[in-house]
């Protein structure tokens, strides 16, 4: 079991914890990492891209000329994928792009991303985001009073009075907070710093063991 120092909110050590080395100890597996946030970026593709084949263009099905003897090429339909304001050959259409992925797979990539960012010293445990009061101004100052200057990750516990400081950062751009349960690798990886409240890391140790 690693030991953290855990954090009040104004940035000051306060005690020690020990969190799962099965969960934030690990070498991290970088294939299943690709795979992870292959599978998040699919899952957001909207696929509602839609083209007109021949049958749904508008125009004419009549023959547009002749066979023979204009010295052009034969010609069946307007409505052909050659002429201006014909059809398209080969277009997209409405489709799915989400697959999934192993839950065992998910559960290493997610085990391997917290790995990673715990071996590059970009994980900070603090004693809990209990916030008084919704107050941006109060979000700001504690992450400046850890030096959090770029894309900062809030994990929190479900069951942990975090309301307040949820609606006091969401309106910071480079502030995100979710669950334990919420947590994906893509957020992880694109997050410079992720914060755990000592609640959140303990769950995470269960959760994802």
Do not use: C
């Not at 083209?51 to 004419?60: A, D, E, I």
């Not at 069946?76 to 799915?96: E, M, Y």
């Not at 770029?150 to 400081?165: C, P």
């Not at 893509?186 to 959760?207: K, P, Q, S």
């Amino acid at each position: 079991m690693a030991k953290m120092d855990v954090y009040n909110l104004e940035a000051a050590v306060v005690r020690t914890m020990e969190v799962s080395d099965a969960v934030f100890g690990i070498e991290p597996n970088t294939q299943a990492m690709y795979d992870a946030v292959l599978v998040y970026q699919a899952g957001l593709r909207q696929g509602t891209h839609n083209t007109l084949t021949r049958h749904f263009v508008s125009g004419t099905g009549k023959k547009p000329f002749r066979q023979k003897g204009t010295g052009r090429a034969r010609q069946g339909s307007t409505r052909a994928t050659q002429w201006r304001h014909g059809a398209i050959a080969f277009g997209p259409h409405p489709r799915k792009y989400g697959y999934k992925l192993n839950r065992k797979v998910r559960r290493l990539a997610l085990r391997s991303a917290l790995s990673d960012k715990m071996a590059e010293g970009k994980m900070t445990v603090v004693e809990n985001l209990a916030f008084e009061e919704i107050k941006t101004k109060k979000a700001v100052e504690m992450m400046k009073a850890f030096g959090f200057d770029r894309k900062t990750l809030f994990v929190v516990n479900y069951e942990e009075d975090f309301d307040n400081a949820y609606l006091s950062l969401r309106n910071i751009p480079a502030a995100l907070v979710l669950t334990v349960e919420e947590l994906n690798v893509y957020d992880i990886m694109n997050a410079d710093r992720i914060v755990f409240t000592e609640a959140a890391a303990l769950r995470a140790g269960e959760v994802f063991e």
